[in-house]
């Protein structure tokens, strides 16, 4: 006959499993008060995950099991005392119903000040919808909304096949960050959403999208100034605005953007493809060394397109030339269909013309036809096969 496990034994192995999970760190919102009916405010248990987590000195593993959390504006500040901390996520969290409710914070998700934070899976549902309603009837909303995730000031930072769903403004924004991996990520949101752009990077450098998907009302991928050595690869991305270097020259002193690849990407149904924009006023800024390679267009009404001449409302910018200069712009192996029939367009500064732009092995067209190339104020060089023929 087995003798039964004596309570001393009960009692040490329920010691050493608290042992365990205080060495590991493992946090899990539900222990923590959180509730998964996704009506029960749970930004409280989010919180205390997270200062559990931040001030270990251990690598510590925060933890959303599945279910719909309701969650309020929420800053994650560091530094930690650790720099490596991982959020799983298996269920959703869901902001407040009504836009007002995150004000005008400018975040929903916010990390500042963080090394070495990872986040995996689970959907980020922001609940958009109502201030896109408010901001098409045009009757002044009392929101402006707010970005779903951000990281600003922060590095190494690794995020994977994260949903961001319905987003009011910015999907995902990175402001002053260095080494960040984003890897198949979904961006869902309608085609007429306003602003709501899938990724934005800016003052950053060693930022690396891959295998994602973005569907928007705005770009996928947004690059402003201070950009430096950006990878996207594999990305489909649509409906939506394209990939966008800019808008540029919103300041007379600005930053650089620099050494872009942009490889095997797909627009479907885009307002653009590959797009550099800058507002026609004068600005420090520039682009350079940028690749476009290996790109499929799909039904795209701006397949390739510099815009230097940005004037949106012709507001602040009439009558001025852009002063940002833009050299070195490779488009190699770019096929497809254009919406429009000006499939190539480059329209730079007169003051500052683009120069070193070069067309590689391009064949675009427009209705089954040949479309056509437009230039002005550019320079550059043509090799291979170029349907429509090169206007350089």
Not at 109 to 137: E, M, P, S, Y
Not at 171 to 200: E, M
Request: net charge positive.
């Amino acid at each position: 006959m087995e003798k039964p496990i004596s309570l001393f034994v009960v009692t040490f192995l329920f010691f050493l499993l608290n042992q365990s999970r205080a060495i590991v760190g493992k946090y899990n919102v539900l222990e923590l008060g959180a509730k998964a009916d996704g009506n029960t405010d749970s930004t409280q248990s989010l919180l205390s995950a997270w200062a559990a987590a931040c001030g270990s000195s251990k690598p510590s593993t925060i933890l959303v099991p599945k279910g719909r959390f309701l969650v309020k504006r929420v800053q994650f500040s560091g530094p930690c005392k650790n720099k490596a901390i991982n959020f799983r996520i298996r269920g959703t969290l869901v902001a407040p119903s009504g836009h007002e409710a995150l004000g005008n914070a400018g975040y929903w998700l916010h990390f500042q000040n963080v090394d070495g934070v990872t986040i995996h899976g689970g959907i980020l549902d922001a609940r958009g919808a109502g201030l896109w309603a408010c901001k098409a009837a045009g009757n002044g909303c009392s929101s402006g909304g707010a970005t779903t995730l951000g990281f600003t000031n922060s590095n190494n930072i690794a995020i994977t096949r994260l949903t961001s769903l319905n987003s009011q403004m910015y999907h995902l924004v990175f402001i002053g960050c260095n080494q960040v991996k984003l890897q198949k990520i979904k961006v869902l949101a309608a085609g007429n959403s306003p602003n709501t752009d899938g990724i934005h990077v800016q003052f950053s450098s060693g930022v690396s999208i891959l295998s994602s998907r973005i569907s928007t009302g705005d770009d996928c991928v947004s690059i402003g100034p201070g950009t430096t050595n950006l990878w996207i690869e594999n990305v489909l991305c649509g409906p939506g605005h394209g990939i966008s270097i800019g808008s540029l020259a919103k300041d007379f002193e600005e930053e650089g953007v620099q050494n872009v690849t942009v490889k095997r990407v797909k627009f479907r149904n885009t307002q653009n493809g590959a797009r550099i924009k800058s507002w026609g006023r004068p600005s420090k800024g520039f682009v350079k060394d940028v690749l476009f390679q290996h790109v499929t267009m799909i039904n795209v009404q701006n397949p390739i397109v510099i815009d230097q001449n940005y004037c949106p409302r012709h507001i602040n910018c009439p009558g001025q030339v852009s002063g940002v200069k833009i050299n070195d712009v490779t488009y190699r192996d770019i096929h497809g269909t254009s919406a429009t029939e000006v499939a190539v367009k480059f329209d730079c500064s007169e003051k500052y013309p683009c120069s070193g732009i070069r067309l590689e092995d391009v064949k675009l067209t427009y209705q089954n036809q040949k479309a056509k190339s437009s230039c002005a104020n550019a320079a550059g060089t043509a090799l291979g096969l170029l349907e429509p023929a090169s206007c350089l």
